[in-house]
């Protein structure tokens, strides 16, 4: 563990502007947090404001307000009270924008509270919620004004709990990536038990690149609050547990899904301390996990392949990377509207082979889309898909289920392995739950199977930009 470097952050623009000192002007240095109720059906939606709340420190860019990534299905954007000029935007996506595309959304409404955090403004500002069209544009679904001097911000201390552990912290947060690992079904005897799943994790994200060569750019904390009982809630086996987060399996009613719908709870624990990104640790031995773009990833942290688990999770919660695989069952039931360009930076449409967004990494001589056996993969998936549905129905215990995915991965990677445009980049059919109409970047990665231990080139470009949105 290093010391923390206590030194003033300068940050001078190409033309030797000052822009830190433009980020003094504008904002005091803390972070606010809007809490609001987002809720609808498949064919509406709709925000419902809930309060707005002071944190700590910023901990984001202060020289990079305005997210150039343009990633996320929503953003959330502060403008000037006065003029209309942008100050801070940053693209995100939420349990909402997922749930709206499972069959339940069709039958009935749900509220889900959510949060956006920015820096503190020194006067009113505009705030607005925006969603991405079918053609990639914007389109507002609310605005809202706030004046951070006003009676509605809840300026009350945040109640320490829990006790933030400097796990590696490296400099001061305005130029790092702050990560933030939470743990939850731990009890208080369990701690140290924690601590050491956190180093093993956090070992396994940085032995693999971008994140190894980028390492010096990240700070990393941890903190639990203690749980009554060790485990964490899982419907299908008829597990209950009042953990502090109340991170659950089956989210969605897709049994390995694990999401937390505690957010109130989840952000007054992790205001604690400075935090551009997190992830949710569970204490269970049984598979599972989930990552959300600019919210947060969760990984169970006692399995065969957690390790896996922590860096393919985070993959989607920090890089905006979508699931390469399209053969998994899961709840939704359009991720991607048909006839569209994804927004996500790791699969595409191919509706016009010419403006790939990932063609500069493509060998000349690569056809698109690029040949791949995929009948023979899908035979091969489709006979794993059977027997978990199976082994899922007889309540398999955890042992058999990873004994299943090991098998899996011998005969499957092999397979892949074996393809004649392995490790290149090209435009292979079957991605982001999609066996035809979308494409992946490359025969296998993170993102698609279990099989590699390394991201294709386009995912670990897609996580190198925001790393930088983050430390430049
Ligand atoms: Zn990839």
């Not at 240095?29 to 419902?48: S, V, W």
């Not at 500002?125 to 004046?147: N, P, Q, T, Y």
């Not at 435009?427 to 739950?433: D, K, Q, V």
Request: contains cysteine; proline residues 6%.
């Amino acid at each position: 563990m290093l010391p923390a470097v206590i030194a003033a952050f300068l940050a001078v623009a190409a033309d030797g502007t000052d822009l830190s000192s433009d980020f003094n002007t504008r904002f005091t240095g803390k972070t606010l947090r809007f809490d609001y109720h987002h809720c609808g059906d498949a064919t509406q939606e709709q925000i419902a404001p809930d309060g707005f709340r002071l944190e700590g420190e910023w901990a984001g860019s202060r020289t990079q307000l305005v997210d150039a990534l343009d990633f996320g299905k929503y953003r959330f954007v502060m403008r000037d009270a006065a003029g209309g000029e942008t100050l801070f935007c940053a693209g995100f996506c939420s349990i909402y924008g997922e749930w709206e595309t499972t069959g339940e959304a069709k039958r009935q409404w749900r509220a889900f509270h959510e949060s956006a955090r920015f820096p503190e403004p020194k006067a009113p500002v505009v705030l607005a919620i925006e969603k991405r069209a079918d053609d990639l544009s914007w389109r507002e679904l609310w605005r809202g004004d706030c004046d951070p001097a006003s009676r509605f911000v809840d300026r009350s201390p945040i109640t320490p709990r829990g006790g933030v552990m400097p796990i590696d912290v490296r400099g001061p947060s305005a130029d790092k990536v702050d990560l933030l690992i939470i743990g939850d079904g731990w009890t208080g005897k369990q701690r140290d038990a924690f601590i050491d799943d956190v180093h093993r994790l956090i070992g396994s994200l940085f032995a693999t690149e971008p994140f190894k060569r980028r390492r010096a750019d990240w700070n990393v904390r941890a903190i639990m609050a203690p749980s009554p009982q060790p485990g964490v809630t899982d419907p299908r086996r008829a597990t209950f547990v009042d953990t502090p987060m109340r991170l659950q399996f089956n989210a969605f009613d897709s049994d390995r899904y694990m999401l937390t719908f505690a957010n109130r709870e989840l952000r007054e624990l992790a205001a604690q301390a400075p935090y551009d990104a997190l992830i949710l640790l569970a204490n269970t031995s049984k598979y599972g996990g989930g990552g959300i773009y600019n919210l947060w990833a969760t990984c169970a942290a006692d399995t065969d392949v957690a390790a896996y688990v922590f860096v393919h999770e985070f993959g989607h919660s920090f890089g905006g990377l979508a699931d390469e695989y399209y053969s998994s069952q899961v709840a939704y039931e359009e991720f991607t509207p048909a006839g569209c360009e994804p927004w996500e930076p790791n699969i595409t449409a191919l509706l016009d082979p010419a403006q790939l967004k990932w063609r500069d990494l493509v060998s000349s001589g690569t056809p698109l889309p690029t040949p791949w056996d995929q009948a023979a993969f899908d035979a091969l998936d489709l006979a794993y898909q059977k027997r978990r549905a199976e082994a899922l129905a007889a309540n398999a215990d955890d042992a058999t289920n990873e004994a299943l995915m090991r098998e899996i991965k011998a005969s499957g990677g092999k397979q892949l392995a074996s393809e004649p445009w392995y490790g290149k980049v090209g435009a292979f059919r079957g991605a982001g739950y999609e066996a035809t109409r979308l494409l992946r970047p490359s025969v296998d990665c993170i993102m698609f199977t279990r099989n590699p231990t390394a991201f294709c080139p386009v995912c670990e470009r897609a996580i190198e930009r925001v790393i930088d949105r983050y430390t430049r």
